[in-house]
């Protein structure tokens, strides 16, 4: 890569920026200044444009334009007429690109973004138009569907038609909606890994549990829970957002960049944490890995390889667990957890193991 395609490739800083002016254009408070100050930052750099253009595809915006003099205001977006007479075109500038360029010289002293979309309020307007936006496709009737499953102890990789892949967890079920407008999933249970397949046209969604994600090309990692649903991203970027919100509240949603993980419930999103592909796919070497994780979290993974069920005790629920542990024979992983810890394991139920604390 020469310096200047370094030059070119957007930033954190410009993808916010870039996220920021998609809910200004979306605003009823456009004004033309607004207009002049959009037309002056996306020629001030490629990676402005670059940037722009990957928040609008994956938030799915690709219209939020649609309501503008494009051709004035950003004339590269629209195709050069073809003219029967090339050397007069040539030489005579048209309207449309001094209007452009007289748009461009005056913002140059006013390409801010509005006040109002300014700090955190930029990123959470436009979320809120990816949100309203992401809801569309639920009501697409899919034209090729497909149901991927594992059963308890099985891994399985599945190649996708638009050539993605997906890895299957043990006792997972995926559906798969595919259409010529959009690219819909849906992990009914247990856990997946998406190497997601880049195309700008199509958008590629995951519906799981109480989170809803929207990417472009990716790569992260989706477990469903019975208590939430956890998305971890190794690779791109990843919209998440609540499948519901409470009566009268917007749901939350969040923008997840490599290395970056939340957790969905019915209570809402977590804060944004930290993670690894070490972490995130140990599942996919044979282990599981654990760095200070509740007790009860870590026996939610482990029970996807479990005949019976464990559960940690309400006195020792709020412990925490580190180590790597091998998924080959999850019963003793179960033992050399309840050991680590110093707990007994409770089998009197024959249909659940509980974690206790030790009797004297």
């Keep these: 890569m020469n310096p200047q395609e370094v030059q070119d490739v957007p930033t954190e800083d410009r993808l916010d920026q870039a996220c920021a002016w998609i809910a200004c254009l979306r605003s009823d408070a456009l004004s033309d200044s607004d207009r002049r100050a959009f ?3 996306m020629a001030e750099s490629p990676a402005n444009r670059k940037a722009f253009d990957e ?3 994956l938030w799915g915006d690709l219209g939020v334009l649609s309501h503008l003099p494009l051709d004035e205001i950003y004339p590269e ?4 007429p073809r003219h029967r007479n090339n050397s007069q075109s040539a030489s005579r500038p048209s309207s449309r690109t001094r209007a452009a360029s007289a748009a ?3 913002a140059t002293s006013s390409w801010n973004l509005p006040q109002w979309l300014m700090g955190g309020s930029a990123v959470a307007a436009c979320l809120a138009v990816a949100l309203w936006i992401g809801n569309q496709w639920l009501q697409q009737a899919p034209t090729q569907q497909q149901m991927y499953t594992t059963a308890v102890g099985e891994i399985r990789t599945v190649d996708l038609p638009d050539g993605s892949h997906v890895q299957l ?8 909606n595919f259409s010529r407008e959009e690219r819909r999933t849906q992990l ?3 856990e997946a890994y998406f190497d997601v397949a880049r195309q700008t046209s199509r958008p590629f969604t995951v519906s799981a549990g109480s989170a809803n994600i929207r990417v472009l090309g990716t790569q992260f990692n989706v477990e469903r829970n019975p208590e939430n649903t956890r998305v971890s991203v190794t690779g791109g970027t990843v919209a998440v957002s609540e499948a519901r919100a409470a009566k009268g509240l917007q749901p939350e949603s969040v923008k997840l960049t490599r290395n970056q993980k939340v957790s969905v419930s019915a209570s809402g999103l977590s804060e944004v944490g930290h993670t690894s592909k070490e972490e995130a796919l140990d599942w996919t070497q044979g282990q599981l890995v654990f760095d ?3 007790l009860t979290e870590a026996l939610e993974e482990l029970n996807r390889y479990l005949k019976v069920p464990a559960a940690a005790a309400p006195a020792v629920s709020d412990q925490t667990l580190s180590g790597t542990f091998e998924l080959t024979d999850p019963e003793s992983t179960l033992s050399a957890i309840a050991a680590a810890l110093g707990l007994d394991q409770d089998r009197s139920d024959p249909h659940l193991t509980l974690l ?5």
């Design 39 to 41: 037309a002056h930052w």
């Design 356 to 360: 206790s604390p030790k009797r004297n």
């Design 292 to 294: 200070e994780t509740p």
């Design 104 to 106: 461009a010289e005056s």
């Design 55 to 57: 928040m609008a595809e």
């Design 77 to 80: 977006s629209v195709p050069a």
């Design 188 to 190: 009914l249970r247990g």
């Design 169 to 176: 967890n043990t006792n997972s079920e995926l559906i798969v």
